[in-house]
């Protein structure tokens, strides 16, 4: 049997993006966007661009609060540290998840 068609919303989607930016720790992320924000027509930044950079610039806000919310921060976020910031990601005590302290 299908398992129904859900469409993915902003209220799912940005804790899964922060998730992942989090999880990848790219370099210099806040002077690239810095230069997309100084250096790119008004235009591309409209629609989807511009959702997308959007996106961006809240997970790169929200990294460092996040960062206070962790009591031990690990070498990279695990799901379980994650689970107040985005519950739909992770359940919490997920016996798949070998970082979750509850164990």
């Not at 959702?51 to 379980?80: D, N, R």
Request: net charge negative.
């Amino acid at each position: 049997s299908r398992r129904p068609s859900r469409n993915v919303g902003a209220d799912d989607l940005l804790p899964i993006f922060i998730f992942a930016v989090a999880w990848a720790r790219p370099r210099f992320l806040a002077s690239t966007l810095h230069f997309c924000e100084s250096c790119a027509l008004p235009e591309l930044l409209e629609a989807e661009s511009g959702y997308a950079m959007a996106l961006l610039q809240t997970a790169l806000h929200a990294i460092p609060s996040l960062a206070e919310l962790l009591t031990v921060a690990p070498s990279k976020p695990s799901m379980a540290s994650m689970a107040s910031m985005a519950p739909m990601a992770a359940e919490p005590n997920d016996p798949s998840d070998p970082s979750d302290p509850s164990d």
